[in-house]
């Protein structure tokens, strides 16, 4: 039997003002599954995966064809219920219920092992959701763009005045998200060394010009940075390499980098990251036949790159997991101080999570950049004091090349989604733009996740574990109207670590569409605020006094 | 500081036709909140505690006292929060949308153990929802008898040829749900020895006609089981005593059950089972001071019951887990063949799950008994061909108190609910019933649970774990329209063991509330068919096709 999850096609979504759906409440979601594989888009859309490891956006060939239909199908008052990527039902529902609802790679917690996900995906009863993927909102590597970038300026206010001239990163991993680090380094100032083992993950990287050059030694590598960084020049290196070999080498060398962290997908020890001294053709090969073995491997590796990593920020120097729990692994071979260096959350994200900023995002259904730079204008325009935000616009239109429907990411937050998206609305309705927007974000969210390995770590209240508030966002975003909702398990920590929501909602220019934007792009940023607000944190709770939430039991 | 959780109150709902709150889509969670601390229906009220060892109606009587307070303020176009027991906001939705969301005692699974919950718990943080705890819906021991009814006339199927004259049950705990047992029995025409360790609880059951008498010692209680037993009588008797002393002893004795099981709170080692040779003052004090020592000291003796449970199961005795993960803590105080003896669920329950058959459930608001017999009456009316129903209505009217707001179970599924909901709404509307009526079902029903130690056991594809489902159904019936709508951990099972969802909708006599039941009550009952069709049951597959259910990737 062939792999139901192999194939040749290639998938490019509709573009244009034509339907191939009943209304642009189906189309949107179908053109946006078809996006997130579209091979610009995609890390390897002929399995299925968008990014992230494994992270797929239907579960079987079948499945993605089955849901197509479903979605061509399907009426303004009903609902297609999308289980770990199947479409398993479609029933009656109302014009202002989602259209379609997902789940994906959710379990029981006793049993919320990659060792039983994985025997459940092998009997074809899984799909690893990812955050983005599984729901339908990845953008492709942009989507990470700003918030690395964001990232890198705030390390950079902390540890250097500001000023990250002459300064670089040394970093792991160019996959669909990690690729976005060399350029969000360059764009915040700074050189980046970022160490790939995949030569076609760093020759994708070079071809959407987020990374700047390529080498295959070490040598060569910290020749270019030594260069670069003496000239106060922001350029970036792709090294082909482990790791797990080159981070201690490095430190061996007594070679000191500005910032460290990484992006490997250490959060799937299967199919994440390569073992030392493994070749990609063994890799790739293995983890279908001695799934056990890889994870094995991977994980003694991924100790080895922490501990290096320790010592880094032993040395001073500032270091930090990027998300992708590799602590955690390390910690679970037995490193005990792999938690010494912190995650990026509560070191530079935090503070903007309490006023509900985040990965906010949209795409042109149209398929036309004009859109987009339509909608920068527009942002510009609203908020016309935000220089530091229309510094972000410029560079993201001039260095940031679209990858399949043309889409923009911005961080902002409570008071702000709102005004954009009925701004965008208003548009659509006015023939501005030439078709309809979606706009959506992150799992990695402020009122969305909780992950006390990244997300929700070191909470002031210590309530990083509590899943509750992602589910109440779930259940908020589908009572207010969203377009698709989605709850997912996993994601970028790995099965057992983070249970996390997303929605997308659909501008098609209606005055429906008005109110339901209003709603939801207001009650979603403002649920990030509430559950900071009940942890304690003072910006939070002020931005809730500032926006008049009505929190009973917390203001 | 007082204990926030401790009150001398006692909490009554209001009856009749009067709104306390706004309107009755927000006097109905507003009353069944009070009905669930109900004096006559709650096992310890002033301490919040509902049923299931300590699941809980609200987190601290403050959070109670706002709760109301939100509820009774609420609009019909507003949505208030709850997070564990804790109202956290109140935010704009609109008329179809639920007007209470709720998340209770939800972890990111690898912190989802009872030693981290407890943490968060003694915090202040977290609060036990149970299944209908949390979510208020529940009824008193009602709720449970009929499932418990069923379960027996179909163990006397299988086992009795029908017929359980003359046969006699054996088990533990006679609290909130386990309280249903004996009434059950007798009901299904057997005898029933219950342990029970409490003297209260006895009492309580007692006065309630519940059990029909008490013994203080085993040989009393079997001299009463002799002389029922051989007169054909069906009754019960509810022994003072520890089920993990008189198990055993009744082995070694070689005393024969007919039917075996149990119903302490096992679940929840903590609080939920009295360990051997520990006197219940001992035992309440040492839960706040040394919960450890408490844990440890009862998964020992559950061990010792649960390897009694094993011997009977040996002898050919028919022996089931009753759903409180008993076998679960034997197996890890190493009992290696714990789980030789079956579940419940698939023993007995599944067939009725693949049809969307469940505890359905409905309350009067008005508090008057006549509401309820009129909708027997109609129920009777509408399943005019069943007799079994029928017959279940007339025990259940003659053997069952109140206890309460007046409630009704029966166990329905798909096709049937949505035409009871719609027929009690007429009944509102044309002045028939003198209130409106909520509608609603317990957690564990076909569609709304994972749980692979009892819901969910051994399924058929081996999905036991994959919690998609009720997380599908809960944002179902969000975007139905359902009154409130609940999402769960741990629940029977206990922390790690189950995710559940609930919902309960209002029939207010309005037209939207025929728009809205006849889709909740359709959806809910289809999730169930839709995912036991998708795990390969062909009474399942049967009922999506008799009902026309469109489930694109199954059928
Ligand atoms: N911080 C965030 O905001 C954020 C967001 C999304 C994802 N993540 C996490 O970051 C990680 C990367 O995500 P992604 O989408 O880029 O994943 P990906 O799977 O697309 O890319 C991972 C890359 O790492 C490379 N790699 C694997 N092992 C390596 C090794 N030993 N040495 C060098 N390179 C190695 C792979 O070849 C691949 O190109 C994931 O764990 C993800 O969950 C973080
Ligand atoms: N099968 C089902 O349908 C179903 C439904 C709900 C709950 N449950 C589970 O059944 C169990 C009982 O539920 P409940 O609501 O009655 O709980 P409860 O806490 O109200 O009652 C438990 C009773 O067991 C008694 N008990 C504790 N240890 C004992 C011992 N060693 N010997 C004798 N008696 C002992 C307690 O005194 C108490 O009266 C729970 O685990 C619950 O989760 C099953």
Same mark, same amino acid.
């Given at each position: 039997?062939?792999?139901?999850?192999?194939?040749?096609?290639?998938?490019?979504?509709?573009?244009?003002?034509?339907?191939?759906?009943?209304?642009?409440?189906?189309?949107?979601?179908?053109?946006?599954?078809?996006?997130?594989?579209?091979?610009?888009?995609?890390?390897?859309?002929?399995?299925?995966?968008?990014?992230?490891?494994?992270?797929?956006?239907?579960?079987?060939?079948?499945?993605?064809?089955?849901?197509?239909?479903?979605?061509?199908?399907?009426?303004?008052?009903?609902?297609?219920?999308?289980?770990?990527?199947?479409?398993?039902?479609?029933?009656?529902?109302?014009?202002?219920?989602?259209?379609?609802?997902?789940?994906?790679?959710?379990?029981?917690?006793?049993?919320?092992?990659?060792?039983?996900?994985?025997?459940?995906?092998?009997?074809?009863?899984?799909?690893?959701?990812?955050?983005?993927?599984?729901?339908?909102?990845?953008?492709?590597?942009?989507?990470?763009?700003?918030?690395?970038?964001?990232?890198?300026?705030?390390?950079?206010?902390?540890?250097?005045?500001?000023?990250?001239?002459?300064? +670089?990163?040394?970093?792991?991993?160019?996959?669909?998200?990690?690729?976005?680090?060399?350029?969000?380094?360059?764009?915040?100032?700074?050189?980046?060394?970022?160490?790939?083992?995949?030569?076609?993950?760093?020759?994708?990287?070079?071809?959407?010009?987020?990374?700047?050059?390529?080498?295959?030694?070490?040598?060569?590598?910290?020749?270019?940075?030594?260069?670069?960084?003496?000239?106060?020049?922001?350029?970036?290196?792709?090294?082909?390499?482990?790791?797990?070999?080159?981070?201690?080498?490095?430190?061996?060398?007594?070679?000191?980098?500005?910032?460290?962290?990484?992006?490997?997908?250490?959060?799937?020890?299967?199919?994440?990251?390569?073992?030392?001294?493994?070749?990609?053709?063994?890799?790739?090969?293995?983890?279908?036949?001695?799934?056990?073995?890889?994870?094995?491997?991977?994980?003694?590796?991924?100790?080895?790159?922490?501990?290096?990593?320790?010592?880094?920020?032993?040395?001073?120097?500032?270091?930090?997991?990027?998300?992708?729990? /590799?602590?955690?692994?390390?910690?679970?071979?037995?490193?005990?101080?792999?938690?010494?260096?912190?995650?990026?959350?509560?070191?530079?994200?935090?503070?903007?999570?309490?006023?509900? /900023?985040?990965?906010?995002?949209?795409?042109?259904?149209?398929?036309?950049?004009?859109?987009?730079?339509?909608?920068?204008?527009?942002?510009?325009?609203?908020?016309?004091?935000?220089?530091?935000?229309?510094?972000?616009?410029?560079?993201?239109?001039?260095?940031?090349?679209?990858?399949?429907?043309?889409?923009?990411?911005?961080?902002? !937050?409570?008071?702000?989604?709102?005004?954009?998206?009925?701004?965008?609305?208003?548009?659509?309705?006015?023939?501005?733009?030439?078709?309809?927007?979606?706009?959506?974000?992150?799992?990695?969210?402020? !009122?969305?996740?909780?992950?006390?390995?990244?997300?929700?770590?070191?909470?002031?209240?210590?309530?990083?574990?509590?899943?509750?508030?992602?589910?109440?966002?779930?259940?908020?975003?589908?009572?207010?109207?969203?377009? +698709?909702?989605?709850?997912?398990?996993?994601? !970028?920590?790995?099965?057992?670590?983070?249970?996390?929501?997303?929605?997308?909602?659909?501008?098609?220019?209606?005055?429906?569409?008005?109110?339901?934007?209003?709603?939801?792009?207001?009650?979603?940023?403002?649920? !990030?605020?509430?559950?900071?607000?009940?942890?304690?944190?003072?910006?939070?709770?002020?931005?809730?006094?500032?926006?008049?939430?009505?929190?009973?039991?917390?203001?």
């Amino acid at each position: 039997m062939s792999d139901p999850r192999k194939n040749t096609r290639d998938i490019y979504p509709a573009t244009g003002t034509e339907l191939t759906a009943k209304s642009w409440l189906t189309e949107a979601p179908l053109r946006m599954l078809m996006n997130n594989l579209h091979p610009d888009v995609a890390e390897n859309p002929h399995e299925l995966v968008v990014y992230g490891g494994i992270g797929r956006a239907a579960r079987t060939w079948k499945d993605y064809d089955m849901i197509v239909a479903a979605l061509r199908d399907l009426e303004d008052d009903q609902t297609l219920m999308v289980q770990s990527g199947k479409p398993v039902g479609v029933f009656q529902t109302h014009k202002d219920a989602p259209r379609v609802l997902i789940a994906n790679s959710n379990l029981v917690p006793h049993w919320a092992t990659w060792d039983h996900f994985n025997e459940l995906d092998k009997k074809g009863l899984a799909m690893y959701g990812q955050m983005t993927a599984g729901s339908w909102i990845y953008i492709g590597s942009q989507g990470i763009v700003q918030g690395t970038y964001e990232t890198f300026v705030e390390a950079g206010r902390q540890h250097y005045g500001g000023d990250l001239k002459g300064k +670089w990163i040394l970093t792991g991993g160019l996959g669909g998200m990690g690729g976005a680090q060399p350029l969000a380094a360059v764009m915040a100032g700074a050189c980046c060394l970022a160490v790939e083992c995949n030569p076609d993950s760093i020759d994708f990287r070079l071809r959407t010009r987020y990374v700047d050059e390529k080498a295959e030694t070490l040598d060569e590598a910290l020749e270019m940075i030594a260069r670069w960084t003496a000239a106060g020049e922001a350029k970036s290196v792709g090294l082909l390499g482990n790791a797990a070999d080159i981070f201690p080498e490095l430190v061996k060398r007594g070679v000191r980098p500005d910032i460290v962290t990484d992006q490997t997908s250490a959060h799937d020890p299967v199919n994440g990251y390569l073992p030392q001294g493994w070749t990609m053709a063994e890799w790739k090969a293995k983890r279908d036949t001695a799934p056990k073995e890889v994870a094995k491997a991977a994980r003694a590796s991924m100790k080895v790159q922490v501990k290096a990593m320790c010592d880094f920020h032993a040395a001073g120097i500032p270091t930090v997991d990027y998300g992708n729990n /590799i602590r955690q692994m390390a910690l679970e071979e037995g490193l005990d101080n792999a938690f010494d260096f912190p995650g990026f959350v509560p070191a530079y994200i935090r503070p903007l999570f309490c006023r509900g /900023i985040g990965p906010f995002r949209w795409a042109a259904l149209s398929g036309d950049p004009e859109d987009i730079y339509k909608t920068d204008a527009k942002v510009k325009e609203i908020l016309s004091e935000d220089a530091h935000l229309h510094n972000w616009l410029d560079m993201a239109r001039e260095r940031i090349s679209f990858q399949g429907l043309p889409a923009r990411i911005c961080w902002v !937050g409570l008071g702000v989604r709102h005004k954009l998206g009925l701004a965008f609305n208003e548009m659509v309705r006015n023939g501005e733009l030439s078709a309809p927007i979606v706009i959506g974000r992150d799992h990695l969210d402020s !009122g969305s996740v909780a992950s006390p390995n990244r997300e929700t770590e070191a909470m002031k209240d210590g309530s990083d574990a509590v899943s509750d508030w992602p589910l109440l966002n779930a259940l908020l975003n589908t009572a207010s109207g969203a377009t +698709w909702v989605s709850l997912h398990h996993g994601g !970028g920590v790995g099965m057992g670590f983070s249970q996390h929501s997303g929605m997308v909602i659909c501008c098609d220019g209606s005055e429906d569409a008005d109110r339901r934007i209003a709603r939801v792009l207001w009650n979603d940023p403002a649920t !990030g605020v509430m559950r900071h607000a009940d942890a304690g944190y003072d910006a939070a709770l002020d931005c809730a006094r500032e926006n008049g939430l009505n929190l009973p039991g917390i203001l």
